[in-house]
């Protein structure tokens, strides 16, 4: 597994940079220049940000606002960056260990640096890029606190998710800020056993008694420290605010014609529903004229023609009925087609039958599912369409309405 680390500073314009390519079993090659220079063969590339430029700090949220992103947890460390919200990039890490799920670890980086940086990584072809910060680089025992320390300043690792930087200090005094950090970690009743420190410059080695005396509990000289040679295990990602997802604008251009055509076969589908439809209609009103001029040939006296295929039906009902001839729609012809429907009912299964002008209404017994859904169609194929007995005349086949008691109701009627 092979590692590009790109150390970067937010302060500077993202031209050249110091580099390290790890490579499991290899020595480590080391070099400095311009992103556009860095190695290509790395399966993996690290962003690293100087401990300096990341504020690491614990605040209390509710779940919620961490799934909301950087844009609503930039607020919550206003008070401790002293700036305007929307300057500062801020990503959460974690939850502290042992303090329950609302204490979360956040970083708050400098959002303009680091979107130059990135823009940058990206002109340059640098893609794929893991966010990391150099305190969390730094290795710590459980139990320890860490601290890098090159003579003057330098950074300490208080926790796997947790760290400051460090300034003003010489080889007999130890930093101010690190007195201040064992102070509050006292209150807390976090107190560390001991601290290791990394040296990162020659002649760094601090006057240990001096400083033990200082801050009262054990250091220990770990060895020399560099961020270049720390394995390709160490640190831990900060997870960035994920970006709204966009087309990039070469797949665009090869996409155009395809979306083109797609819009060509759209249009052209459309018009052929258009003129689809158009026909439809007019066959519609050709089939409607036609049904009206055969009823006024029929009936020359009738006024007005509203719905010919209903008056044509009436028309022959009146004139079956002057021959002294039974209509489809008359009671005995109905209710024997009924009688035939309802044979294998049991008896007494039918309650009340109400005949009125080509319609008749039912009143049932309850009925099993099946016995119903036989006697349905029974009717439909004896020439009767069944008809919702609630509904405003909307014939719907098949349906019934379920009175109270278990009673059910319908309405047949002659087609």
């Not at 009717?379 to 278990?406: F, K, M, W, Y």
């Amino acid at each position: 597994m092979s590692l590009l680390r790109i150390y970067c500073s937010l302060n500077d314009a993202a031209q050249t940079c110091s580099w390290a390519l790890i490579d499991t079993g290899r020595e480590a090659v080391l070099g400095e220049g311009r992103l556009a220079d860095l190695p290509r063969r790395a399966e993996r590339i690290q962003l690293l940000i100087p401990a300096t430029q990341v504020l690491i700090t614990r605040v209390r949220l509710p779940p919620a606002a961490r799934r909301r992103g950087g844009s609503v947890l930039a607020f919550a460390v206003e008070e401790e960056t002293l700036g305007e919200a929307d300057a500062k990039q801020v990503i959460w890490l974690g939850s502290k260990t042992g303090e329950g799920d609302d204490t979360a670890m956040l970083a708050v980086i400098d959002r303009k640096g680091l979107q130059t940086w990135l823009s940058a990584c990206d002109a340059a072809g640098i893609r794929n890029l893991e966010l990391h910060c150099e305190t969390l680089l730094l290795p710590r025992s459980a139990g320890e606190w860490s601290l890098a320390w090159d003579g003057r300043e330098g950074f300490l690792r208080s926790a796997d998710l947790e760290g400051a930087a460090c300034d003003c200090g010489d080889r007999s005094s130890p930093p101010l800020s690190l007195m201040l950090m064992l102070e509050e970690a006292a209150r807390r009743g976090d107190v560390p056993a001991a601290i290791a420190i990394y040296l990162t410059a020659p002649d760094a080695a601090p006057d240990l008694a001096a400083w033990q005396a200082a801050l009262g509990l054990p250091l220990r000289l770990a060895g020399f420290w560099d961020w270049r040679k720390a394995s390709a295990d160490a640190g831990i990602e900060m997870k960035q605010e994920r970006r709204p997802w966009r087309v990039p604008p070469a797949v665009l251009a090869r996409l155009r014609p395809a979306a083109w055509m797609v819009g060509l076969a759209l249009a052209v589908h459309a018009a052929a529903l258009m003129t689809d439809w158009a026909q439809l209609a007019g066959q519609q009103r050709a089939l409607r004229q036609r049904m009206e001029s055969r009823f006024r040939a029929a009936f020359p006296e009738a006024v007005a023609v509203v719905d010919p295929a209903l008056q044509m039906r009436r028309k022959l009902a009146e004139g079956r009925h002057a021959a002294g001839l039974p209509d489809s729609g008359d009671f005995l012809p109905m209710i024997e087609k009924v009688a035939l429907a309802l044979k294998e009912l049991p008896p007494g299964m039918l309650h009340i039958v109400s005949y009125e002008s080509g319609r008749m209404t039912l009143e049932l017994g309850a009925l099993e599912q099946a016995a119903r859904q036989r006697m349905l169609t029974r009717l439909a194929a004896s020439g009767l369409s069944v008809e919702d007995a609630q509904a405003s005349g909307n014939a719907i086949p098949g349906a019934a309405s379920r009175a109270a008691g278990g009673i059910v109701r319908f309405t047949v009627r002659a087609l």
